[in-house]
C-alpha cells in the first residue's frame, strides 16, 4: 500500500497562504485517489479536498469556498493542497489519505492509506 508523508505546514497569519505537500510512496500511487482531511482539537476530523488518480475530478468541502486547490503530480509521486486566504477557523491537524477506490467519488470511510498529519495554524 502506498504511505503518505505530508509537509508544508507550519505557522501563518489570517489572509496568508500555505501550500501542503503529500508524498505517497508506493508503486501503485498513480492508481489511487488522494485527500485532504482535517480535525480541530475536541472536534471531528473533516473532508477538506479529493482529487482522482488522474487528476480529472476534484472536489472541495463547502467551507473551502474557493480558497483551496487541489492538485498532484504523478510523475513526482506527490499531491498538493494549495490553501490561500487562509481564516483562523483553518486551523488544525490536516491528514493526507489515499484510496484505490476507482470509479466515482470515494466516500471519507474508504480513504485506508494515512498520513501521521501535519500542523497548520492560522494566527488573528
Known amino acids: 500500500q502506498v504511505q503518505p508523508v505530508e509537509s508544508g505546514g507550519g505557522l501563518v497569519q489570517a489572509g496568508g497562504s500555505l501550500r501542503l505537500s503529500c508524498a505517497a510512496s508506493g508503486r501503485r500511487y498513480s492508481s489511487y485517489a488522494m485527500g485532504w482531511f482535517r480535525q480541530a482539537p475536541g472536534k471531528e476530523r473533516d473532508f477538506v479536498a479529493a482529487i482522482s488518480w488522474s487528476g480529472g475530478y476534484k472536489y472541495y468541502a463547502d467551507f473551502v469556498e474557493g480558497r483551496f486547490t487541489i492538485s498532484r503530480n504523478n510523475a513526482a509521486n506527490t499531491a498538493y493542497l494549495q490553501m490561500d486566504n487562509l481564516k483562523p477557523e483553518d486551523t488544525g491537524t490536516y491528514y493526507c489519505?489515499?484510496?484505490?477506490?476507482?470509479?466515482?467519488?470515494?466516500?471519507?470511510?474508504?480513504?485506508?492509506?494515512w498520513g501521521q498529519g501535519m500542523q497548520v495554524t492560522v494566527g488573528t
Open positions: 489519505a489515499a484510496t484505490s477506490i476507482s470509479g466515482r467519488r470515494p466516500a471519507d470511510g474508504e480513504f485506508d492509506s
